[in-house]
């Protein structure tokens, strides 16, 4: 409870922030293209609870970096999410009508444009990286690039979303369903935590406290998702929740149960903020984040 | 006929070259993931020209860049191109059961499994070119990253393949259609050609000469296309043929005329070769390939 009041003025913040940015990243064409940026701007624009983008900003807050050029990078990686929900959402995926509360982009446009607007976007993330308005250091540039590929790729968040597929005709045990949820959504949250860590040019001993961090929270992360799909209101979540159990998909809560999972969400918690020991109350947002991570749409 | 003769074994080469790169690549995992790899080495290795591959290689070759890095650069733009045509192949797209010869990968997986293909195959081409294999210097892998995002993305082949979905109930005029066209298709055949310039690190006078190429090159590809379309066979060129026509959309042939398209063809070809001007012998297998384009499969 303490957490999330605390983290109710910084998670609002940082979506004023990425929405005023996405509104100047994406200005309408006079011209056939028109219909694809308006849906670029509909998925990006004025939803979502920006998790991502707001652990980002507190990472790079650990190590002082440029507030501006943080929000670039919390830009990209809101805009791989994003683009991983349009694709995810399609009939042939998960076939979702509702989105953050609204119509899903292939209800309100069709499916090739669904297709386009996912696409773009992933292209975008990686323009935004890239550009020296990201970062003066072109070294810094292209870790970026080379970890946002790595996360969003085969062998990270688009694997998992091929195992999640697999999941409906198998039945996953709880190791492969872990590695399942450390690929498809553990990567892209491992990369935001990271990217403070390349931004600010830290050692790899502090990135790898970092990476600790992120993998407990991701997991713990997910293991909340899970519990809200079965304890959860849609209209709150703003998605069709529920539907894991009638697949009959492995997720946490079905593998452990209801008590068993809530308790191994609140111990991944204790020890993601276990690898903030070294740092001080610069750190404090982040175990902030972790202990909302867990109390989240209740 | 004199161009094709002389690029046949470039091609071969390339070709070569490109599939046993993309073999070690993509090695098949032993987990849930595996059909994903398997539809991701099924769609880039053993089909297609190979057209921007070479034109990476021989634009690289200007400037004596090393070929094992520039190859690594062809793969890049090679799988962007491939994970254009996965998703463009899609039901909600084009809707076409056979590329390259071969049935489309939603056709022997599925939609699905196609869709995250495609993504995988984009996040790996930025994976390929952050890697310091392609380039000691991390400034020009940067800015391969930037070309290339730009290039794939809304003000790229993303949105060129949007004003495609709208040309299918509006009748575009000739710069309309050219614009179309030069994002669709120009835009990628452009970062190919670019990317020898960036690799070489040449200013900008040079780069100037290899867009204005890459420029006219491109349309001209595009007009021998939409010939093709018209006048060629569908088991040469191993996809459906007057696909456009049935539809009712513009194209240079539907716009122009067969006999006034191959002259506007025949000219841009002139003038491609013409941007090259400054360059002696090594600049030789760039005029090749571009006699070769208005030449290839009839």
């Known amino acids: 409870m303490q957490a999330s009041l605390h983290l109710k003025p910084a998670l609002e913040a940082i979506s004023e922030a990425v929405d005023a940015r996405f509104d100047r990243l994406f200005p309408l064409p006079e011209d056939p293209r028109r219909r694809l940026y308006e849906a670029m701007r509909y998925a990006v624009i004025g939803g979502g609870k920006r998790m991502r983008p707001l652990l980002v900003v507190a ?8 507030r501006e050029r943080a929000l670039r990078v919390a830009l990209a990686i809101e805009l791989v999410h994003v683009y991983s929900l349009v694709h995810d959402d399609l009939p042939c ?52 690039v080379l970890e946002l590929a790595r996360a969003s790729g085969p062998a990270g968040m688009a694997g998992g979303q091929m195992m999640d597929l697999e999941a409906e005709h198998t039945t996953f045990d709880l190791p492969t369903t872990t590695r ?18 390349i931004m600010g040019k830290v050692g790899p001993q502090t990135r790898l406290k970092l990476k600790g961090y992120a993998r407990d929270l991701g997991l713990a992360f997910q293991i909340a998702d899970d519990l809200l799909d079965v304890e959860g209101d849609a209209e709150t979540a703003g998605k069709a929740l529920r539907k894991d159990e009638g697949r009959g998909k492995s997720t946490f809560v079905s593998l452990l149960g209801v008590e068993r999972a809530r308790r191994q969400a609140a111990m991944l918690i204790d020890q993601a903020i276990d690898h903030l020991q070294g740092f001080g109350p610069e750190a404090d947002l982040l175990r902030a984040i972790a202990r909302f991570a867990i109390e989240r749409d209740r």
């Open 93 to 144: 995926m998960d076939d979702d009508d509702l989105r953050r509360g609204k119509p899903t982009v292939h209800k309100v446009w069709d499916e090739a444009i669904a297709v386009l607007t996912g696409d773009s976007l992933f292209a975008v993330a990686f323009e935004v990286l890239a550009d020296d308005a990201t970062h003066e250091d072109p070294f810094v540039r292209s870790e970026l």
């Open 180 to 197: 399942l949820q450390q690929l498809k959504t553990g990567a892209l949250i491992g990369f935001a935590v990271e990217s403070g860590a």
């Open 59 to 66: 990472a790079c807050d650990l190590f002082n970096v440029d």
